[in-house]
């Protein structure tokens, strides 16, 4: 096994002298199992709002009689502390990878009642839980809030950005490690983000092709398992000299995104067509209405009345057509750009041209 390190030693060396022309970091396509970041979430009292809080909210209310008998002052039955000054708040924050006890980390803080805005308060101290039910951090701290809400005694109101969420920055102390449980596997896995057995299959053959050793398995289309030492600084070193390593990834499928909604369409570069011929013409129905009121004859008992008048028209524009001839990339959008398709129109031709099995690709309508 030190043999294995040894030679990754040299990777830096190796990877710069053998760097494909399209090649990307392994650390960018995908991350080693194991390695993840975490939510937490917590319920809170924001405190020292200039009249902007929850105003007796049942729940915020309990809220602040929680934080006095922390501090062992019982209120007495039947009184209810005043919260126009204090916000119920529900405390999110995403705990990184290997994140150990002592570090600090941000907090968003969003108001969950009838607080108007959270600007100027204070986070009194709470507990930040995982899905697990565990505290893994404390949160406490000043808020910074973007938002601004203005009102006057008019009722009117004016209001910017989101006034009833704020931000602390470092507002949260890691008070606990969550075991990973990958220093003790004999093997490391790295996922690829997205699913490409081509991909996988050339990540395993660079490891294996640097090392010198057959370290490296595909097991499927996202997992690389590799053999790791046991010794958790040779394991580090490892997973260093792997992320940076350059690879081929394998080519994307040929994909045609449609969103039908705002008319925007993507192509990338694999999709090719094969011969067809397409004619593309544009129909116009304009319908105008030209209500007229009609007076009654003199001296008669008819009554004025408005009669309509409708004029259509319909005006169609000469088609204009063009042969595809096994079509690149380009070559699509610039015959399509040449007849003045909008996207709508761009959309249907490819839809057309799909149907009839002249487009070689996956046909995505959002």
């Given at each position: 096994m030190k043999r294995i390190i040894s030679l990754f030693a040299c990777f830096a060396i190796l990877i710069g002298a053998t760097s494909p022309v399209r090649a990307e970091r392994i650390k960018d396509l995908g991350t080693f199992q194991g390695l993840r970041s975490n939510q937490l979430t917590g319920y809170g009292i924001v405190v020292g709002l200039p009249g902007?809080?929850?105003?007796?909210?049942?729940?915020?209310?309990?809220?602040?009689?929680?934080?006095?008998?922390?501090f062992g002052l019982t209120l007495p039955p039947g009184v209810n502390p005043a919260t126009k000054n204090a916000a119920a708040v529900l405390v999110?924050?995403?705990?990184?990878?290997?994140?150990?006890?002592?570090?600090?980390?941000?907090?968003?803080?969003?108001?969950?009642?009838?607080?108007?805005?959270?600007?100027?308060?204070?986070?009194?101290?709470?507990?930040?839980?995982?899905?697990?039910?565990?505290?893994?951090?404390?949160?406490?701290?000043?808020?910074?809030?973007g938002g601004l809400g203005v009102e006057g005694r008019d009722g009117s109101t004016t209001t910017?950005?989101?006034?009833?969420?704020?931000?602390?920055?470092?507002?949260?102390?890691?008070?606990?490690?969550?075991?990973?449980?990958?220093?003790?596997?004999?093997y490391?896995?790295?996922?690829?983000?997205?699913?490409?057995?081509?991909?996988?299959?050339?990540?395993a053959d660079q490891i294996n092709e640097l090392s010198g050793q057959d370290l490296a398995v595909a097991t499927d289309a996202v997992s690389i398992r590799?053999?790791?030492?046991?010794?958790?600084?040779?394991r580090v070193l490892l997973m260093g000299a792997i992320e940076n390593m350059d690879v081929n990834p394998g080519e994307a499928p040929a994909?045609?995104?449609?969103?039908?909604?705002?008319?925007?369409?993507?192509?990338n570069g694999?999709?090719?067509?094969?011969?067809?011929?397409?004619?593309?013409?544009?129909?116009?129905?304009?319908?105008?209405?030209?209500p007229e009121i009609v007076q009654p004859a003199p001296f008669s008992r008819g009554q004025t009345a408005v009669e309509q008048r409708s004029d259509i028209a319909i005006e169609q524009e000469p088609a204009s057509a063009f042969i595809t001839q096994g079509a690149s990339?380009?070559?699509?959008?610039?015959?399509?750009?040449?007849?003045?398709?909008?996207?709508?129109?761009?959309?249907?031709?490819?839809?057309?041209?799909?149907?009839?099995?002249?487009?070689?690709?996956?046909?995505?309508?959002?």
């Open positions: 902007t809080g929850d105003d007796s909210l049942e729940y915020a209310t309990v809220a602040m009689k929680g934080v006095a008998n922390r999110t924050a995403e705990l990184p990878a290997m994140a150990k006890p002592g570090q600090r980390i941000d907090v968003t803080v969003s108001a969950i009642g009838k607080a108007k805005s959270l600007r100027g308060g204070t986070l009194v101290m709470m507990p930040l839980m995982g899905a697990d039910g565990q505290i893994y951090a404390m949160a406490q701290g000043n808020l910074a809030v910017v950005n989101i006034p009833s969420v704020g931000r602390i920055a470092g507002g949260a102390t890691v008070e606990r490690l969550v075991a990973t449980g990958f220093e003790q596997s004999p490391l896995t790295f996922n690829l983000a997205q699913a490409d057995i081509t991909t996988a299959l050339r990540v590799i053999q790791a030492p046991a010794d958790p600084t040779q994909r045609v995104i449609v969103n039908a909604r705002t008319g925007t369409v993507v192509i694999a999709v090719k067509i094969s011969p067809a011929a397409v004619s593309h013409g544009s129909l116009t129905v304009r319908v105008t209405e030209s990339l380009s070559e699509i959008v610039e015959s399509i750009n040449a007849i003045g398709a909008s996207p709508s129109d761009l959309a249907a031709i490819l839809d057309a041209l799909k149907q009839a099995g002249a487009l070689k690709a996956e046909l995505i309508i959002q």
